[in-house]
């Protein structure tokens, strides 16, 4: 089967350009499925769509005559073209598109086996089995020998009017086989690059015309070629089978020439032209009264597929809207064959360069909801743009996510943005007032009636609006341009600029209570600002004040520097009313106030003397803000705490910057050295059970392996965040018995992986261990100790500034357990004292980032801690060889010295120390332990437990399977 089969990798580049792309399509079935239909399409060409040529002494047959005549006596530039257009060179005319489509961008499509694809598809559906000759032919051929109408040169004399019985003279003249062909490319091209569709329909309609100029066609003869290929086109996108595989090669074209020229595709092809000639398409000749548009209902029905790859995101009625719309005038040559009630009369008046440029007229509201879709490979559905003056009795209503640009002059009902984003380039004058309920308008031309903003942006610019604007709540007006008559009611607001800028207004400026007015200002004395050559009336509203394009804070270098500077953010040249209720931000350490006057409104800033620590409600904010308040003026952390909003703010700064994850980090190892220690207690206890079932004096060994999963949960307390974490891993080990299995020694290794998260920041650890362990049984004592060293490899992520660490600790420990069996008949009693030591320590700090970073030194943490419990177990015999055990463990652990923890940091580009201090280590704690052992024969036992940590704001659970080896 002849197949095409997209590549992984190009369906996954496909991405970049469209949401959805189809898997795979079928060539053979898809020609097939074109070859089934396409006589069904040459009997509606001949039989509906076009049924006639011109008849004798009809009014078309003497528009046909004069404008042959009045053609040829075209001279110059046009007279060139068109004789070079005699070309039969099918690449000459394919040449000139590829101009059109790439200008001096070296692409070669027809080195692009799905371009051939394509192409191939389309010539195969202009092609039809021709009863009389019984073979396959060319649809136009056919038409050709079934009209038989005589050329230009054979039917009319030299003065251009028709000679004698000129019907009688049999030619093939009617299609134009020049035109047909050239229309077979544009067709091709024009889906492949829908955005350059209206250029080259434009250059199609062209090369057709030029064959009236040599002589050698009718201009319905070039008409009736553009209407069978349109007709065509719309068949083949009309069916989804047919229309998706066109989709599927297209994006393969696309993708292959943005490799080739190395760009995206849009910047590969050429900028587009505005200006369509729409008198081309009837060759200027109409009847000298106006006629009503046409309607579209009065279009064919698939017509509207014309453009279903140039407007994705519509639905069909409206492509056929805009079909009707852009259509030639119904009383001009194109509309010659119409038919009153015959929709298949229609095919001529199809203007489709100018319908790619968008509507002309809005017969009813026209709801455009912008989005991507299956067929919207060239992403209309992200951005797209109407060239064309649009009128009509309709309001435009934009929904969806994408950007649409209206360039033309429109005269329509209204606006209503309510998604996504409108652009205004040219006048816009409307019938009814507009509105914004969401998304953003942008006016870069001008507005000529009223617009109320309820939610979502106008934003200005350079643009004007000769008329009233009503902020009103969610409102935002931002930018640059004129506003006649402003009112910012509640909750609506004003930012003049794109950074620092300006808004003109015509007439008068209204401020309500609750109205918010943001105004920039940078060092240099710019500012924002509203110019009103009327009045200002200010009923109420807050100013807020922020630095040009600034996330970070005033510093107080800026503050000092500004002290008492003015900014006249509002003047009105006749006259200022009211007062603005506020003005913000409130920055802790900064202090804004207005002054008026009859004529403006001036800004001043400075700093005031409330120092950071001061509004800290923790140890740690407070070592942080110290540390602030040492930094230099122009540090870029000291600019961010200086213009912080309220005390909510700063603390939250101060949170971010204490680096407190890298304290849990560390102490979450001591807390987790308890694995790789309990998990010797507990085999030097197992190798003792196995030893207990073999005969005495043999001194075996023992093999083990332990796979855990631990997760633990730290609470906040009156300084520290809370945070949790989660380990899991794998530990093995062997070990020997010695001296009649009176002495046990050990080797144990392990891995774990340990995540740890709390207040947006988070680290994990890849922790490596090694430890040696022994016991010994002097009755009726049993000592058991250890050693062990863990390498860890951290990684730290802040959300402060997107901070990075990656360094090394390590934690050495060191313990040791007395426990005195007690074997009873029905329940065995271990009472037991452990003690421990365990120091972490990390290596040098240097995290990645800015100027959020830290940097620390080496430094430790010790933990001494001890526990006091008693064992429980007792073992059911299932036969002779195994054996069932429960066993239960309560304990009370206490930790001794100072259960501080805590770390010493500074910033990556300052020296000011500040220590940061995690969750202290809990005094005391109650361990929980319950589990079964399987002693599965003499030589092996299972073992799966859980295990429970609670104390004072710290909780750890532990669930882990063993199995150990007798050898």
Avoid at 405 to 410: A, F, K
């Amino acid at each position: 089967m002849k197949t095409v089969i997209i590549p992984t990798a190009i369906s996954l580049l496909a991405l970049l350009y469209t949401n959805i792309s189809f898997a795979q399509i079928d060539i053979e079935a898809t020609e097939k499925h074109i070859i089934d239909k396409r006589n069904s399409w040459l009997n509606d060409i001949k039989n509906n769509v076009i049924s006639n040529s011109p008849l004798k002494d009809s009014k078309i047959a003497q528009w046909d005559r004069l404008i042959s005549h009045e053609y040829t006596q075209i001279t110059d530039e046009r007279l060139e073209r068109a004789k070079a257009d005699k070309s039969q060179n099918s690449n000459y005319v394919f040449s000139t598109f590829n101009t059109i489509l790439f200008g001096d961008h070296q692409i070669d499509l027809t080195a692009n086996d799905h371009y051939h694809t394509i192409k191939d598809l389309y010539d195969i559906s202009t092609r039809a089995y021709d009863e009389n000759r019984q073979r396959v032919r060319s649809i136009d051929f056919i038409l050709k020998e079934h009209f038989q109408r005589g050329r230009p040169y054979q039917v009319l004399d030299k003065d251009g009017n028709y000679i004698a019985n000129y019907t009688a003279i049999r030619g093939s003249s009617f299609p134009s086989g020049h035109t047909w062909n050239g229309f077979k490319q544009a067709a091709v091209l024009a889906t492949l690059f829908p955005e350059k569709g209206d250029e080259i329909f434009a250059r199609a309609i062209e090369y057709g015309e030029s064959r009236v100029i040599v002589g050698a066609h009718f201009p319905t003869d070039t008409i009736a070629s553009r209407i069978g290929n349109y007709y065509l086109l719309s068949q083949l996108l009309a069916d989804d089978k047919i229309a998706k595989s066109f989709v599927t090669l297209a994006r393969n074209v696309r993708e292959e020439t943005a490799i080739t020229c190395q760009k995206n595709i849009k910047d590969c092809l050429t900028a587009s032209s505005h200006h369509i000639n729409d008198e081309v398409g009837y060759y200027g000749k109409k009847e000298p009264e106006e006629k009503p548009m046409i309607t579209p209902n009065e279009l064919p029905n698939t017509a509207a597929h014309l453009l279903r790859l140039r407007f994705s995101y519509l639905n069909k009625e409206q492509r056929q809207s805009i079909l009707a719309s852009t259509a030639y005038p119904i009383n001009s040559l194109a509309g010659w064959d119409v038919k009153k009630d015959k929709p298949e009369t229609y095919w001529g008046l199809i203007n489709l360069p100018r319908a790619y440029q968008g509507p002309t007229h809005l017969y009813d509201n026209f709801i455009v909801v912008q989005k991507t879709n299956e067929f919207d490979f060239a992403n209309f559905g992200e951005i797209d743009e109407w060239k064309n003056a649009i009128t009509g009795t309709g309001q435009l209503i934009k929904k969806g996510s994408g950007t649409l640009i209206l360039s033309g002059e429109n005269t329509f009902a209204g606006i209503e943005v309510n998604q996504g984003n409108l652009v205004l380039n040219a006048k816009n004058h409307y019938s009814k007032p507009s509105s914004i309920n969401g998304g953003s308008l942008f006016i870069k031309g001008q507005l000529n009636s009223p617009l109320d903003v309820n939610k979502g942006a106008l934003i200005l610019d350079n643009g004007k609006i000769n008329s009233q604007v009503a902020l009103n709540q969610s409102g935002l007006l931002t930018g640059n341009g004129q506003i006649n008559h402003l009112t910012v009611n509640q909750e609506a607001m004003v930012s003049p600029g794109h950074s620092i800028g300006t808004i003109n207004i015509a007439d008068s400026v209204i401020f309500k209570p609750d109205s918010h007015y943001l105004v920039e200002i940078n060092a240099q004395g710019k500012h924002d600002t509203i110019k009103s050559q009327g009045t200002a009336v200010l009923n109420g509203g807050t100013v807020t004040v922020s630095f040009e394009n600034d996330k970070n804070k005033l510093s107080k270098q800026q503050v000092n520097n500004l002290f008492d500077t003015q900014y006249t953010i509002l003047s009105a040249e006749k006259g200022i009313s009211g007062k603005f209720e506020t003005v913000q931000p409130n920055y802790l350490f900064i202090g804004t106030t207005l002054n008026y006057s009859p004529n403006a409104v001036t800004l001043n800033i400075g700093r005031n003397n409330t120092s950071f620590d001061s509004v800290a409600t923790t140890q740690n904010q407070k070592s942080v803000a110290q540390a602030l308040d040492k930094l230099p003026t122009e540090n870029s952390l000291y600019k961010s705490i200086l213009k912080s909003d309220s005390k909510d703010e700063a603390i939250s700064v101060f949170n971010a910057l204490t680096g407190q994850v890298h304290t849990d980090v560390l102490s979450n190892q001591i807390n987790n050295s308890r694995h790789i220690r309990e998990t010797i207690f507990k085999q030097l206890r197992f190798s003792e059970s196995l030893n207990r079932t073999k005969e005495h004096h043999d001194n075996k060994g023992n093999v083990w392996a332990k796979v855990l999963h631990d997760w633990d949960h730290t609470a906040s307390d009156s300084n520290a965040e809370s945070y949790n974490t989660s380990t899991y891993g794998v530990f093995l080990g062997a070990d020997q018995r010695f001296y009649n299995d009176k002495v046990a020694l050990g080797l144990a290794t392990g891995f774990t992986k340990n995540t740890l998260s709390g207040h947006h920041n988070s680290g994990s650890s890849d922790n490596y261990h090694l430890a040696i362990y022994g016991g010994i049984q002097l009755d009726p004592i049993t000592l058991r100790a250890g050693a062990g060293h863990a390498w860890h490899h951290i990684n730290t992520h802040r959300s402060v500034s997107q901070s990075i660490g990656n360094y090394q600790t390590q934690t050495r420990q060191a313990f040791v357990e007395a426990a005195y069996p007690l074997k009873a008949n029905i329940i065995n009693i271990e009472p037991f004292a452990n003690l421990a030591y365990i120091n972490a320590t990390n290596n040098t700090i240097r995290e990645k980032g800015n100027r959020a970073s830290l940097k620390a030194d080496k430094q430790h943490i010790n933990g001494i801690l001890s526990t006091l419990g008693v064992r429980l177990d007792n073992q059911w015999k299932l036969n002779p060889r195994s054996s069932l055990n429960l066993y239960g463990e309560l304990g009370w652990q206490h930790q001794y010295g100072n259960l501080a923890r805590g770390m010493k940091f500074t910033f990556a580009d300052a020296e000011p120390a500040f220590i940061s201090q995690g969750s202290s280590a809990a005094r005391n704690g109650a361990i929980i332990k319950t589990g079964v052992d399987l002693n599965i024969n003499n030589n092996a036992k299972l073992s799966i437990n859980y295990s429970k940590l609670a104390a004072k704001n710290y909780a750890d659970n532990n669930i882990d399977a063993r199995i150990s080896l007798m050898f």
